[in-house]
């Protein structure tokens, strides 16, 4: 097979995006790359499509090991041959992934770079079965990044203790010009091809709304009147503390919302626990604490809503970024208030850990400073956020709470749908045929079912994205079912005949209404 083919054929695609063609050339001839691609521009395919056209195994690095599970369920949904390898899996689960590897049956292994220079791992690395090694959310490198691991420094030396240097691919959403330099520097990256396809998310649309007394705007009013409009909307709130956290998942709790939440401060169980409501949807808002969100991959998050002001533009936009992952429109809102600096300092001159670092704390206090600006400014602020990595942009985006004059969440102390009007967010601009709006609430709730009945996500058997191509294209044969977006020869295979078996019933009961 050739990318092509495997781009079709297993996930369901006919063309690339922007950047994608020209990385999977680059690894598919032996050459590393560094690619800074923004949340939903299809960053994974350009290392598992070579992963499996390249001889050998792909080692994907990645930091969180409580994703890697629906990451997998993902690949193999799509007929990849992938397994990961961590502290979360019981003797028999490692013994077959092992068997899976040692069998060659595994083209991509999963790991945490803590797990690097376990045993397993080690064997691995001697053996000289890697052919590709992928680092993802690459900035974690950078102590200059906002997310920095310490285990990320451990990966080039890992590198050099193998039998043969494998290619090296590095992901990463967001990172500066500094941090990009730090990725290419300290993951002793060899000639790397750069893809950089511009930060910019149109689907995106960005709001400040300045709360406190002074502005006559309740923060909680204002959250509520938001919510009110969007209750089958799956969205996330993100809060400085695990006060805060607590404090609104309670408020949205008694007002009857389906929210969970997630912070350093719940055990483990819990939080996988809480994590997985959110992913399978049943619950539909995650309140959290930066502490949630990495590698997240859910498709259909809505909205993004900061309850306070990050520390830093970086961390700000990686975490809006979640929202309208398929490409829908999605909104990304802060509700700002002049106490959220005076926390962020608190937090940023007692983060020093074990030892003070002068310079750092200087560098995050120069960020924040950035981030007030971006909240404070009366200018376009998608042009505001795009100045800051560096990228030339419009003085008007015509989609933000600057540029239209209007904003989603009321600025009235006391919020109400009729006294103070709320302005919907643009729907959807499709290219081709509109929804069927019926039908997709259907295909919803036959994914749903599916879902519930494999135990894995909703947006991992389809996007909704894939579902509202299903609308326009009303695919009735196996055949049209594989011209849909996402639809592959596995889940054709594994779902065509159900879903199309509803897209005819709709139909009948449609024509009988006539």
Known sequence: MDKYEVLHKQFGYTSFRPGQEEAIDAIL????????????????????????????????????????????????????PAVFLNSSLSSEEYQWAMDEILCERAKLIYVAPERLFKHDISLLASSGHISLVVVDEAHCVSQWGHDFRTSYLDISRFVRSMKKRPILAAFTATATMQVRRDIEELLSLKKALRVHTGFDRPNLRFEVLKTGKAYGVDKKKALLHYLSSREDESGIIYCATRKAVEETY?????????????????????????????????????????AFGMGIDKSNVSYVIHFNMPKNIES???????????GSPADCILLYSGQDVQINKFLITRSNDDAFNPERESHNLELLKEMTFYATSSRCLRHRLLAYFGEESPASCNNCSNCLGHRTITQGPVPSPISVPSQ???????????????LFVKLKGLRKE????????????????SLKDMCRKKPLSPAQFSMVSGVGQVKREKYGQTFTALIKEHLAQTRALL
């Open 29 to 80: 001839t032996g050459q590393d790359v560094i690619a800074i691609m923004p949340t939903g521009a299809g960053k994974s395919l350009c290392y598992q499509i070579p992963a499996l056209l390249l001889p050998g195994i792909t080692l994907v690095i990645s930091p969180l090991i409580s994703l890697m599970k629906d990451q997998v369920k993902a690949l193999n949904e799509s007929g990849c």
């Open 316 to 326: 700000y936009y990686q975490e809006a970024g979640r929202a309208g992952r398929d």
């Open 424 to 438: 919907p967010r643009p729907r959807e601009q499709e290219p081709a045929a509109p929804v069927d709006e019926a």
């Open 450 to 465: 599916i879902a519930q009945n494999e135990r894995m996500p909703a947006y991992i058997i389809f996007s909704d994205a």
């Open 250 to 290: 309670a408020l949205l709790q008694n007002r009857g919302y389906k929210a969970t939440r997630y912070h350093a401060g719940l055990d483990d169980a819990e939080r996988r626990s809480n994590q997985d409501d959110f992913l399978y949807d049943r619950s539909l808002i995650m309140v959290a604490t930066n």
